[in-house]
C-alpha cells in the first residue's frame, strides 16, 4: 500500500469529534498517544461467540480508547496484545487496524492468507471468519465502526 493511502487511513484514526462546552461547539482533537498503554491494566484474552482463543491461554491485552462518538458507533483504541491464536466467527463490526508493532498472520474460511507488520493498515469487515495468528506481540491502532 502506498505512503499515501496509509497517510490517510493513519489520518482517521486521528479522528475530530465536535462536543459542546458552555453551549459553545468546539473542536476537539484525540490524540493517539502510544505511551498510554503502559499504565494500562493488562487483562486476560478471553473467548466470545465471535472469537474462540486457541493458544496460549491466559495471553493478555492492554486497551485505551482513545475517541468514542457522541452515538457509540464510532471508537478508535490502541492495543497491546501477547501472541495469542483465534478463531473468528462472524465479526462483529467493521473494523480498521494499523499496525504499530509485532506481526500477525489472518487466513479467511477459504486459506487466504496474509502476513501484516509494522505500518500495514487493513479491514476486518463485520461477519469475517477466519484465523487470527500472532506470529509476535503487537502494538495496533484501531477504528471500529458498529451499523
Do not use: C
Amino acid at each position: 500500500m502506498n505512503s499515501k493511502v496509509n497517510s490517510v487511513l493513519f489520518g482517521l484514526a486521528s479522528m475530530i469529534s465536535l462536543s459542546a462546552a458552555n453551549a459553545e461547539d468546539t473542536l476537539k482533537i484525540s490524540n493517539i498517544d502510544i505511551h498510554r498503554l503502559d499504565s494500562a491494566p493488562s487483562q486476560v484474552v478471553e473467548g466470545a461467540e465471535y472469537m474462540t482463543v486457541v493458544k496460549p491461554k491466559g495471553s493478555t491485552v492492554k486497551a485505551v480508547r482513545v475517541f468514542e462518538s457522541s452515538d457509540g458507533k464510532l471508537t478508535s483504541d490502541l492495543a497491546e496484545y501477547e501472541p495469542v491464536d483465534l478463531v473468528l466467527k462472524n465479526w462483529p463490526i467493521d473494523e480498521f487496524m494499523y499496525i504499530l508493532e509485532g506481526k500477525l498472520q489472518i487466513t479467511d474460511e477459504k486459506g487466504n492468507s496474509k502476513i501484516y507488520g509494522p505500518g500495514d493498515s487493513f479491514v476486518v469487515p463485520k461477519g469475517f471468519s477466519g484465523t487470527w495468528h500472532q506470529l509476535s506481540k503487537i502494538k495496533k491502532i484501531t477504528v471500529n465502526y458498529e451499523r
